[in-house]
């Protein structure tokens, strides 16, 4: 296997469908939190902490987000699907990590790449079209930049495109194969229609 190569599959989870542990209540914290509510507002979230700042407060508030007042102990694993280690304790960290590996439970723990089954990277949102960007855990920063590329310049209307082609997919007689070739007939002019800023 190729080392030099980014191996990770990206998915797209329904987090308003699964339980997610955040643990700690510092600046990293309210940036993962942050993350995850700019992309999926719905989420289910549960923080536990001994501290939370203000702005997390306010944050969390604002979206419904559980907050625990306490350590971290394993019965905060009970019913979590997806789980953020966010302290600046590293022994907590990779404590919050191996709990989470006994039960199967998806885990990230934050600037520790070993220690993630998942890396949060960059998304771009326009509507109904979403786009994440990896750099396989090794630069947040280059993430970022590309977001800021990708948000110039995929044009704000192209939620209309997805939208208009929904209705014309359905429209369209055959088996799933023809459909397929005729949406790509449809689209192929997409790519040059994009401007490159």
Do not use: W
């Amino acid at each position: 296997m190729n080392e030099d190569r980014n191996n990770l599959y990206p998915i797209f989870l329904k987090t308003s469908q699964l339980e997610t542990l955040i643990v700690g209540g510092g600046y990293v914290a309210l940036e993962k939190l942050s993350f995850l509510l700019k992309s999926s507002p719905n989420s289910k979230v549960t923080m536990v902490s001994p501290f939370f700042r203000e702005e997390t407060i306010v944050l969390a508030n604002k979206f419904d987000v559980k907050m625990i007042v306490d350590d971290y102990k394993k019965l905060y694993l009970l019913n979590k699907h997806i789980v953020v280690a966010t302290t600046d304790k590293v022994d907590v960290n990779v404590n919050v990590y191996k709990d989470c590996k006994e039960r199967n439970i998806l885990v990230n723990v934050a600037d520790n790449p070993p220690y993630c089954d998942f890396y949060m990277g960059g998304i771009v949102t326009k509507g109904n079209v979403k786009i994440a960007i990896s750099t396989n855990g090794k630069s947040p920063t280059t993430a970022k930049r590309l977001r800021q590329f990708f948000e110039d310049v995929i044009p704000e209307n192209i939620d209309d495109l997805v939208k208009n082609l929904n209705v014309y997919r359905r429209t369209i007689k055959g088996n799933f194969e023809q459909k397929v070739e005729k949406l790509n007939d449809f689209t192929k002019g997409l790519v040059e229609k994009i401007e490159i800023k």
